[in-house]
């Protein structure tokens, strides 16, 4: 079992940044690759990010692709997502999951773990 708990999120205007963290505990943290995924009110969840459990390799929605950065600190259990240039549209409830080490999946079903959510609101 693996718990999630993500923090960061806030209200920014159009422009602004923000880093989002996911705090693991449980079994092991590199053992599983980690995802971003957001959902908007009246919306589907939808891919974001994902980074393997090594943290060598990433992918990104081209929605937010150049403009939002995974990483991933192995010995504080802890996975990023940092985010520059927001937009209204990024308006959404950010959950962080935990998956299978070398997916780098954009689909939810192939996670196993899910966090709670954390609200990030963009002005414009």
């Known amino acids: 079992q693996v718990q999630l708990v993500e923090s960061g999120g806030g209200s920014v205007q159009a422009g602004g940044s923000l880093r989002l963290s996911c705090a693991a505990s449980g079994r092991t943290f590199s053992g599983y690759g980690m995802g971003w995924f957001r959902q908007a009110p009246g919306k589907e969840r939808e891919f974001v990010a994902s980074i393997t459990g090594d943290g060598g390799m990433t992918y990104y929605a081209n929605s937010v692709k150049d403009r939002f950065t995974i990483s991933r600190d192995n010995v504080k259990n802890t996975a990023y997502l940092q985010m520059y240039n927001l937009k209204p549209e990024d308006s959404a409830v950010y959950y962080c999951?935990?998956?299978?080490?070398?997916?780098?999946?954009?689909?939810?079903?192939?996670?196993?773990?899910w966090g709670q959510g954390t609200q990030v609101t963009v002005s414009s």
């Open positions: 999951t935990a998956g299978p080490p070398r997916a780098l999946s954009d689909r939810s079903y192939e996670y196993y773990y």
